[in-house]
């Protein structure tokens, strides 16, 4: 199911790629995710994967969970007893391919907030060829009230053992009345130092490095467009 309530948007587990990806609710309360799952492998893919396997798979660079992060997603759990749980997306996704879901438990739907003020919003990834598996990805979501930024998220896959937010990052950005260029490079360039390019048998670290800040340059600078725009 996919339904507004009491502020958030609500998608059930069984939701496919391409349902969120079509759903007009979606493209106009939280089009982020709606541009998440459009880019997503291709259309056989996104007709059959749904956003609960994606989350509870949990790997490092895949698109949900990095953008789940981003929108401050809560995942609601249910174990076969009936007790169910709601979990902060930041606490869900411990490892790779590792998540909170305990013995006897099943992930059911996940809830993201709902803005009240403009938004920018903007995912970027790297892949080696299109409809490939993220190697880098950096998904960006911002709220403006018109006199600042009052909310700044930005979350990366492909840089640890599971898909993180950076808040020394955020940190820099949130409560600011206008992002500049200059404000955007020191972001980009802190993302760098702090965040680790993996080692993979298909780029080497050095790019990746480099990658990470010029992915992330790209997403801040779509998303501050977008919400001052």
Request: charged content about 25%.
């Amino acid at each position: 199911s996919l339904k507004e309530s009491k502020g958030y948007l609500e998608v059930g587990a069984l939701e496919k790629y391409s349902e969120i990806e079509h759903s007009d609710l979606v493209k106009r309360k939280l089009p982020l995710l709606s541009k998440t799952v459009a880019g997503i492998g291709h259309p056989l893919v996104r007709n059959r994967g749904t956003i609960g396997g994606s989350l509870s798979h949990c790997d490092p660079a895949a698109d949900l969970c990095v953008t789940s992060l981003a929108l401050d997603g809560t995942i609601s759990v249910a174990s076969h007893d009936g007790k169910k749980r709601a979990i902060s997306a930041v606490d869900f996704f411990k490892g790779p391919l590792t998540t909170d879901l305990q013995q006897g438990e099943i992930l059911f739907s996940i809830s993201y907030p709902l803005p009240k003020g403009k938004t920018g919003y903007d995912i970027q990834k790297l892949t080696l060829g299109h409809g490939d598996f993220p190697l880098l990805l950096v998904s960006v979501f911002l709220e403006f009230d018109g006199q600042q930024f009052n909310k700044v998220r930005i979350a990366f896959g492909g840089v640890a053992e599971t898909a993180v937010r950076s808040q020394e990052c955020e940190k820099l950005l949130e409560g600011r009345e206008t992002i500049t260029e200059k404000e955007i490079e020191g972001v980009s360039e802190l993302a760098m130092e702090i965040l680790d390019a993996p080692v993979s048998l298909e780029l080497s670290q050095e790019y990746t490095k480099q990658m990470i800040g010029v992915y992330t340059g790209r997403a801040l600078r779509n998303a501050v467009q977008l919400a001052t725009g």
